[in-house]
């Protein structure tokens, strides 16, 4: 992830908090959903027992109005109208709850002349005052009524459909009516009368949070509801039906069938789920039912789940906070740290980090970082000195460079004019400092002393001992002195306290540049080559001599030859027969022989150019080893 | 380079194959010396199996053979041929130093060291 350990840290606390908060909301909810659910069953269930059983009750005491009535009707008959009328007022006055009363007579049974008597007694709709009549007169004939004729068909107390009662109560009501006999025969039939109205504000007086209360008939029809036009005019099956909610109809099915019940269902105007619980009224067959919204039910829960939410927010709010900072505290070093770092990458190494307060690992990489910067302080300036040190031993090998080839005969051409021979010399060292030196020099008017010799190593040791046999050669080399004769001084002074058993081959020659005379002797040196004027090139005979400083009675022999005009000779140290490749291997006497063959014709300066070159180019890497050349060829 | 010590009775013969050079020269320098130490008072230098001999040989066999000299014992060369023997012969090391032409005349080899 490509971001910035501040936010990692943020997001590692708090993501992973978020998720515990998300699945703690989550149970919560679950639970206290299901307990809400479950107590609210509860409740509702004891409610709707306890107000349908009420209402059995206050149901029943009713009908005992009625039916003490009709048994005092049945043991003493009565004889005057103002009686009837008397108990009548008597019972409603005593029953609260009884909207009114009725002793409805058969045709001719208190007075066999009346046709129809039925003395009724009712409160006023206002509710304050009562009043009587006989509903026999003025054509009201009871005798078709439910009330009067299911009792008398049946023979037994019958609590009627609620209906409206036209011509007498004017209200809405269901009547319990209890036929009375005498003598076998049936005189008639006393009712009480229930106000659906009564009913309807004794269920709404019931105290049932955000829901309410309604009874439904044996049939289905809605008998009390808070919303009074639906009473009488609808069934919950019309209901249902109209709504098209099955569930409202099988709930219909259980309340008729006088079943306890605890159901949710859809609410038949809104659509949101509700919780019905029913109870069954035994006494008239009707059925009691609570209704809750269970959106109702639910609000404590989420009212809690709100409250909760937002107390985990600001929780999480404050941890993120609480990040931020402690965040802030751990990446601030840190960023030091990388802005001190890119200013090492920029160069500058006086650069420390410094100022922290506190022992953590930030610290103590940051007094890591301080140390890496002073040991690489502390190694550039090493670096620093060393190079100068470097710099000026190299300028100090130099200036003993150029004092070394000072030693060496430096007037090129040399002998320029001289008409019997010509020379030239060549000298190139492996290392700053060589081992090799020629030298030449007039020891006496027509001789030429020639020296060429190989100090064996290389370097300042080599160079210091070169120059120390270069200076006593030359300076134990007279006119008088034969070659060998010089050898063997030198050889007996170099010999002498040398400790290091350094050692120098030295070929040492005086040539007559009048008659061509060469007289020799050899000091381990590797034998110079004579190209003849005929083509032939040849090795010079050598007495082999011991190397000089190696043995002080080494002994040494003078040789002999001469060159004609024409001839060359050359001497050379051993860098030039022994430059090595890995292919060719080295370049040999028979290779230097071959290219002296071709050569031998040109000027001295170009026969040591050329050799040389040739050298160079055979040498497969950086120089090996000294090369050092001496032409010398006889013009006339 | 290889070296090999190889007893002939009193002597010790030190067989070096491949080339003495510049390169090889302080080991068989190291070698010889440390034989020296050790109380060996005749050695021979078998060039039978040597390929090449430079300057910076050369030096360390008259190193060996002047710091056995300065020890009272003995220093010789054997086998020397070819390129080898040109260089020594050159130098003048052959003229210097006892030069054997073959090991025949030694006590049969008795032991490695």
Redesign the interface.
């Given at each position: 992830m490509n971001c910035s350990i501040r936010t990692k840290l943020i997001l590692a606390i708090c993501l992973p908090l978020v998720a515990v908060y998300v699945l703690l909301l989550v149970i919560e909810y679950r639970l206290g959903k299901e307990q809400s659910l479950a107590q609210m069953r509860l409740h509702l269930a004891e409610l709707a027992a306890h107000q349908a059983a009420r209402l059995d009750t206050q149901l029943t005491d009713l009908a005992q109005v009625a039916r003490s009535t009709a048994d005092f009707l049945a043991t003493f008959p009565p004889e005057k109208e103002d009686m009837l009328y008397g108990l009548i007022r008597q019972n409603l006055a005593s029953n609260p709850r009884v909207f009114g009363t009725c002793v409805a007579f058969e045709p001719g049974a208190f007075k066999a002349d009346l046709a129809r008597f039925a003395p009724y007694g009712c409160r006023s709709p206002t509710g304050e005052g009562l009043f009587t009549i006989d509903i026999g007169k003025d054509g009201y004939d009871y005798t078709r009524w439910d009330w009067y004729l299911l009792p008398k068909l049946l023979g037994r107390p019958v609590w009627t459909d609620p209906y409206f009662d036209k011509g007498a109560g004017e209200v809405l009501m269901c009547t319990y009516s209890v036929p009375f006999h005498r003598g076998g025969r049936l005189q008639g039939v006393v009712t009480v009368d229930v106000s659906l109205e009564h009913l309807r504000q004794a269920m709404t007086d019931i105290d049932i949070e955000g829901g309410y209360c309604m009874i439904v008939s044996g049939s289905g029809t809605i008998v009390s509801h808070p919303r009074e036009s639906l009473i009488m005019s609808e069934s919950v099956f019309s209901l249902a039906e109209w709504y098209e909610l099955p569930e409202l109809a099988a709930l219909g099915r259980e309340m008729t069938a006088g079943n306890s019940a605890v159901r949710r269902i859809p609410d038949f105007e809104t659509g949101r789920p509700k919780w019905a619980v029913i109870a069954p009224v035994p006494s008239t067959g009707w059925s009691l039912a609570a209704m809750v919204p269970e959106e109702h039910v639910l609000a404590p829960v989420y009212a809690r789940l709100n409250r909760q939410t937002g107390l985990l927010l600001t929780g999480l709010g404050l941890t993120a906070l609480a990040m931020l900072v402690v965040s802030g505290w751990i990446t601030r070093p840190l960023k030091r740290l990388a802005a001190a770092a890119r200013e090492v990458a920029r160069g500058n190494l006086d650069v420390r980090v410094a100022g922290f307060r506190s022992r953590d690992e930030v610290r103590e990489f940051a007094d890591t970082f301080n140390r890496m910067l002073d040991d690489l302080t502390s190694s550039v300036e090493a670096r620093i000195r060393e190079t100068a040190a470097r710099e000026s031993m190299e300028r100090e090998m130099q200036i003993a460079r150029q004092i070394q080839q000072s030693l060496l005969p430096k007037v090129r051409p040399p002998f320029c004019g001289r008409a019997e021979f010509s020379l030239d010399a060549a000298n190139e060292p492996a290392r700053v400092m060589a081992g090799d030196f020629y030298d030449f020099w007039f020891v006496a008017e027509d001789r030429l002393a020639l020296v060429i010799a190989?100090v064996?190593?290389k370097g300042p040791p080599a160079a210091m001992f070169m120059a120390v046999a270069r200076t006593v050669i030359r300076s134990f080399s007279t006119a008088n002195r034969t070659p060998a004769e010089t050898l063997s001084i030198a050889n007996h002074l170099l010999a002498e306290e040398n400790e290091e058993?350094?050692?120098v081959?030295v070929f040492f020659a005086q040539y007559n540049v009048c008659t061509g005379e060469l007289i020799y002797a050899?000091?381990?040196?590797?034998?110079p080559l004579v190209a003849r004027q005929d083509g032939r090139v040849e090795m010079l005979d050598?007495p082999?001599?011991?190397?000089l400083a190696?043995?002080d009675d080494?002994d040494y022999e003078n040789r002999q030859t001469r060159l004609d005009p024409g001839d060359l000779l050359l001497l050379y140290t051993?860098g030039v027969t022994?430059a090595c490749n890995e292919e060719a291997g080295m370049f040999g006497v028979d290779g230097l022989k071959g290219l002296v063959l071709k050569l031998q014709g040109a000027p001295v300066d170009q026969i040591c150019r050329e050799v040389l070159q040739c050298v160079n180019d055979h040498r497969h890497r950086e120089a090996q080893d000294d090369v050092t050349l001496l032409a010398l060829k006889r013009e006339a | 380079m290889q070296i090999h010590n190889e007893r002939y009775g009193a002597s010790l013969v030190v067989r070096v194959a491949g080339r003495l050079d510049a390169v090889s020269a302080p080991a068989f320098e190291a070698h010889c010396q440390q034989a020296i130490e050790g109380g060996e008072r005749a050695m021979i230098l078998d060039c039978g199996l040597l390929e090449y001999l430079s300057s910076a040989g050369l030096r360390s066999i008259l190193i060996v053979a002047k710091s056995l000299g300065a020890a009272g014992g003995d220093f010789a060369l054997a086998n020397a041929r070819g390129v080898v023997r040109e260089v020594l012969e050159i130098s003048g090391f052959l003229g210097m130093l006892r030069c054997l032409d073959s090991l025949d005349s030694l006590d049969a080899p008795t032991a490695q060291g």
């Open positions: 190989d064996a190593g058993q350094m050692f081959t050899n000091g381990g040196h590797n034998p050598s082999g001599g011991a190397l190696a043995w080494a051993d022994e | -």
